[in-house]
């Protein structure tokens, strides 16, 4: 038997429950959105912003799943915007 869980979201299932301050899916204090507010992305907007941490969350709960020695992603996701550089 082979187990096999997914996460995510669509833009176009609608993703305001996601990125509410309010009474939404996830909690945004006032320090996360000031770091966001001061976080350049190449112009996005907060909404955008949000939806980029919560996919970052979504490979956080990725990687604790997997071993290092099966980690194959060399590529950049939430280190670039924390100022983690370490590499696998």
Do not use: C, P
């Not at 990687?63 to 550089?85: P, Q, Y």
């Amino acid at each position: 038997m082979t187990h096999y869980v997914a996460l995510g979201f669509s833009l176009s299932n609608g993703v305001d429950n996601l990125e509410r301050e309010k009474d939404g899916v996830f909690v945004w204090s006032e320090r996360t959105l000031n770091t966001l507010k001061a976080t350049h992305m190449g112009g996005a907007t907060m909404k955008t912003k949000k939806l980029v941490l919560i996919a970052y969350l979504f490979e956080i709960y990725y990687d604790l799943l997997i071993t290092r020695k099966n980690n194959v992603s060399h590529s950049f996701g939430l280190e670039r915007s924390i100022g983690a550089f370490d590499t696998i």
